[in-house]
């Protein structure tokens, strides 16, 4: 019977008794009885329309992979006890045959990730196509040579004698298939062609049915590509190597160079730790190679490990030195601590601190000590200074006041009226002014301000008398009248002589003269 798909079925009869549990798997060359085993349907086929899964009875499994490579006569001896969970009951679906598990796959050393285990689907085929099963229970399969016997089927019709013998070459099949894969991934090329000449060995005599003529050119093709795949994967293991030994070179050689140059002593430090932990990841190299590799890098690393401490030594000794010359900056500090001379003793702590930051880093808890008393001894001094600098200021602030109520009283000052006894108010505003001495800053502005104001408005009025009766102008004015008076005569005299020319020419200058004193009389009593 096929599926819907062109699979053969095995059929079972409704008839054939359950087998009991332990009971052994007869060979396909003794006479089977139907109560003794029971085929299993490959993984392809579907289950029968209406069917239900129901728990797996006591039926028999199928034989292993291994069972069918050694099967050189047709019997399977050495078959195991059928076992209860292993085959599903009768009439209810059939479960799909396991796959071999595949060989472990050592990994390549060295950090290039390992060959993946090998992952391959079981072969199904159709074992019509190759063989028959008689009526009589005889097996048959074709191959180049014709057909030949393989064994005999009497657990069950012929239909399910020619399912169980194609299962067994499905089995060989995966084998092949698994063989195939482990070559293609390139693990242990020697041992996948020690298997697949052992494989290839068992076929004339497999009691199985399938394409065993296409099995054994699969297992000649793997015999002949093993060498092959052995230098292949020679040439990856050499190339391998000498990726690592490079690796380890470079790791040596930046080691070297820290060790060299590198003065930053925790990144450097913190880096060749890194590169140990590199270095212990990477495998394959070879050994001699390795050792003298290994030698560079912890020789670097001494080498570093001594510069390191030569710094560190050196770094104890300057702080050391720092240390003493901060003990005495801070025996100086608390010397000046009582003065009184508030500018010329700030400038000296100035200097001090100067001298503190210059002086370098002290051991952590001397420097944090001394900074401590050198800092008191500062406090002492500008607080001092502070205390000094607030009553100062409160007797500026009385000072502003004062000069407040000075300026409110002189404000009215009126050189307009009176410009001599303004100039004499403000003498005397000047002369309290500076009597009163020094305001806060901040206020220093303004009361300036309104102080030159009321000295400009008494110089603008000084300033405008003394135009008003400026002498020089006076007699400027005078000496252009006299001018005009003496053009104006010459005029009189043109005239009376008939020089009417001269006499114009006269009167003509006259009149420029005249215009010219007016301005000057003019000019003096705009002053």
Same mark, same amino acid.
Not at 206 to 231: F, M, P, Q, Y
């Given at each position: 019977?096929?599926?819907?798909?062109?699979?053969?079925?095995?059929?079972?009869?409704?008839?054939?008794?359950?087998?009991?549990?332990?009971?052994?798997?007869?060979?396909?060359?003794?006479?089977?009885?139907?109560?003794?085993?029971?085929?299993?349907?490959?993984?392809?086929?579907?289950? +029968?329309?209406?069917?239900?899964?129901?728990?797996?009875?006591?039926?028999?499994?199928?034989?292993?992979?291994?069972?069918?490579? *050694?099967?050189?006569?047709?019997?399977?001896? *050495?078959?195991?006890?059928?076992?209860? /969970?292993?085959?599903?009951?009768?009439?209810?679906?059939?479960?799909? +045959?396991?796959?071999?598990?595949?060989?472990?796959?050592?990994?390549?050393?060295? +950090?290039?990730?390992?060959?993946?285990?090998?992952?391959?689907?079981?072969?199904?085929?159709?074992?019509?196509?190759?063989?028959?099963?008689?009526?009589?229970?005889?097996?048959?399969?074709?191959?180049?040579?014709?057909?030949?016997?393989?064994?005999?089927?009497?657990?069950?019709?012929?239909?399910?004698?020619? /399912?169980?013998? *194609?299962?067994?070459?499905?089995?060989?099949?995966?084998?092949?298939?698994?063989?195939?894969?482990?070559?293609?991934?390139?693990?242990?090329?020697?041992?996948?062609?020690?298997?697949?000449?052992?494989?290839?060995?068992?076929?004339?005599?497999?009691?199985?049915?399938?394409?065993?003529?296409?099995?054994?050119?699969?297992?000649?093709?793997?015999?002949?590509?093993?060498?092959?795949?052995?230098?292949? /994967?020679?040439?990856?293991?050499? @190339?391998?190597?000498?990726?690592?030994?490079?690796?380890?070179?470079?790791?040596?050689?930046?080691?070297?160079?820290?060790?060299?140059?590198?003065?930053?002593?925790?990144?450097?430090?913190?880096?060749?730790?890194?590169?140990?932990?590199?270095?212990?990841?990477?495998?394959?190299?070879?050994?001699?190679?390795?050792?003298?590799?290994?030698?560079?890098?912890?020789?670097?690393?001494?080498?570093?490990? @001594?510069?390191?401490?030569?710094?560190?030594?050196?770094?104890?000794?300057?702080?050391?030195?720092?240390?003493?010359?901060?003990?005495?900056?801070?025996?100086?500090?608390?010397?000046?601590?009582?003065?009184?001379?508030?500018?010329?003793?700030?400038?000296?702590?100035?200097?001090?601190?100067?001298?503190?930051?210059?002086?370098?880093?002290?051991?952590?808890?001397?420097?944090?000590?001394?900074?401590?008393?050198?800092?008191?001894?500062?406090?002492?001094?500008?607080?001092?200074?502070?205390?000094?600098?607030?009553?100062?200021?409160?007797?500026?602030?009385?000072?502003?006041?004062?000069?407040?109520?000075?300026? @409110?009283?002189?404000?009215?000052?009126?050189?307009?009226?009176?410009?001599?006894?303004?100039?004499?108010?403000?003498?005397?505003?000047?002369?309290?002014?500076?009597?009163?001495?020094?305001?806060?800053?901040?206020?220093?502005?303004?009361?300036?301000?309104?102080?030159?104001?009321?000295?400009?408005?008494?110089?603008?009025?000084?300033?405008?008398?003394?135009?008003?009766?400026?002498?020089?102008?006076?007699?400027?004015?005078?000496?252009?009248?006299?001018?005009?008076?003496?053009?104006?005569?010459?005029?009189?005299?043109?005239?009376?002589?008939?020089?009417?020319?001269?006499?114009?020419?006269?009167?003509?200058?006259?009149?420029?003269?005249?215009?010219?004193?007016? /301005?000057?009389?003019?000019?003096?009593?705009?002053?």
């Amino acid at each position: 019977m096929t599926d819907n798909n062109g699979t053969e079925k095995a059929t079972h009869s409704e008839s054939t008794p359950t087998p009991k549990p332990g009971a052994p798997l007869p060979s396909p060359s003794e006479t089977v009885t139907p109560a003794t085993e029971t085929a299993v349907t490959p993984a392809t086929e579907s289950a +029968p329309a209406g069917a239900t899964a129901e728990p797996p009875s006591n039926e028999t499994a199928r034989p292993t992979p291994s069972e069918s490579a *050694g099967a050189a006569t047709g019997k399977t001896a *050495g078959t195991p006890k059928p076992s209860p /969970a292993a085959a599903p009951r009768p009439g209810g679906p059939r479960r799909k +045959p396991e796959s071999p598990k595949p060989h472990a796959v050592k990994p390549t050393p060295g +950090p290039a990730a390992p060959h993946p285990h090998p992952v391959v689907v079981p072969t199904v085929s159709d074992p019509s196509q190759w063989g028959r099963v008689d009526d009589d229970g005889t097996a048959w399969v074709k191959t180049a040579d014709g057909e030949r016997v393989i064994g005999s089927w009497q657990a069950g019709d012929a239909a399910e004698g020619l /399912a169980h013998f *194609g299962r067994r070459f499905d089995d060989l099949a995966t084998e092949v298939a698994l063989l195939e894969a482990r070559l293609a991934a390139g693990t242990d090329a020697r041992k996948t062609k020690a298997a697949a000449t052992a494989l290839a060995e068992t076929l004339p005599t497999a009691s199985v049915i399938g394409d065993i003529d296409g099995l054994a050119n699969r297992l000649r093709a793997i015999i002949e590509h093993s060498d092959e795949a052995a230098a292949h /994967a020679k040439e990856e293991k050499e @190339r391998t190597r000498h990726e690592q030994t490079e690796r380890k070179e470079a790791l040596a050689a930046e080691a070297e160079q820290i060790a060299a140059e590198s003065t930053q002593w925790k990144v450097a430090g913190d880096r060749l730790r890194e590169i140990l932990d590199e270095w212990k990841t990477i495998r394959g190299v070879d050994r001699k190679v390795d050792d003298a590799l290994w030698r560079r890098f912890s020789k670097a690393r001494e080498a570093f490990n @001594r510069r390191r401490g030569a710094h560190f030594a050196e770094l104890d000794r300057e702080r050391a030195a720092a240390k003493t010359r901060k003990e005495e900056l801070c025996v100086r500090a608390e010397e000046l601590s009582g003065s009184t001379d508030w500018s010329g003793t700030a400038a000296i702590f100035r200097d001090l601190l100067t001298e503190w930051k210059a002086a370098g880093r002290a051991p952590r808890e001397a420097d944090e000590q001394l900074w401590r008393r050198f800092k008191a001894a500062q406090d002492v001094f500008f607080a001092a200074r502070n205390s000094a600098a607030s009553e100062r200021d409160h007797e500026f602030e009385q000072n502003a006041t004062a000069k407040e109520e000075l300026l @409110r009283h002189y404000e009215h000052i009126n050189p307009e009226t009176d410009l001599d006894g303004a100039r004499s108010a403000l003498r005397e505003l000047q002369e309290k002014w500076d009597a009163i001495g020094k305001v806060p800053r901040e206020r220093m502005h303004d009361l300036e301000s309104r102080l030159r104001t009321i000295e400009k408005r008494v110089r603008e009025a000084v300033d405008a008398q003394w135009r008003r009766t400026d002498p020089e102008a006076m007699a400027r004015a005078a000496q252009f009248r006299e001018r005009v008076a003496q053009f104006e005569e010459q005029a009189a005299k043109a005239q009376a002589a008939g020089k009417t020319r001269d006499a114009e020419k006269a009167l003509e200058q006259a009149k420029q003269w005249r215009e010219w004193a007016e /301005a000057a009389e003019g000019a003096v009593s705009q002053r």
